[in-house]
């Protein structure tokens, strides 16, 4: 699974076995894509593609055989994160309202300069539970077939579609609600 090149060593030309990055250029981009797609923040970003990368290179040095579509095995855990990193914002939020109900409630700051649209996705993407968001990123943006997404996760295909039916009408009707289409 992972290729081996060698470099030239800095001192007495020994030649030393380097290992390559598990993700190419454009699997890292995909990555990165379902990561801010999930509503991971920029900031944030390459600490997923890093967690991506570590877990591929874990999978491999347990001895646990490649998957078959590094692609898309990616994908599905950058999914994972971004849910993950959405279950522990909402940890921190719940824990943020406690603690703003103990002291005077300070201002928010202004919004950042986004598109409308752009907003009303990221918030209705928000809004769907954690099992609709995922199958919703991993089909139109990480571009995964409906029999690829049930592979990946481990379940029926006509859990996908209805869990994407649910989603994409939800989303739907969230951006028809804000007025944003």
């Known amino acids: 699974m992972l290729r081996r090149k060698a470099r030239r060593g800095q001192g007495g ?35 997923g593609v890093q967690q991506v990368r570590l877990r591929l290179l874990e999978r491999a040095a347990s001895g646990r055989e490649a998957p078959r579509d590094v692609s ?24 943020g309202e406690r603690l703003a109900a103990l002291r005077q409630p300070a201002a928010h700051p202004s919004g950042e300069d986004t598109s409308l649209l752009s907003l009303a996705v990221a918030q209705g993407l928000d809004d769907l539970p954690d099992a609709q968001r995922q199958v919703l990123v ?9 029999r690829g997404i049930a592979e990946e996760l481990g379940i029926p295909e006509g859990t996908v579609k209805s869990r994407l039916h649910t989603a994409v009408r939800a989303l739907r009707a969230r951006l028809h609600e804000d007025e944003v289409v």
Not at 20 to 25: K, V
Not at 72 to 95: C, F, G, T, Y
């Open 72 to 95: 898309a095995w990616a994908a599905v855990v950058a999914s994972n994160l971004a849910m993950d990193w959405h279950r522990a914002k909402k940890r921190q939020e719940r824990l």
């Open 13 to 47: 030309g020994a030649v030393q076995d380097v290992l390559d990055d598990p993700l190419d250029a454009a699997q890292e981009r995909r990555v990165r894509a379902v990561l801010a797609l999930g509503g991971v923040p920029q900031a944030d970003l390459l600490d």
């Open 138 to 146: 991993l089909r139109f943006f990480a571009d995964l077939s409906v």
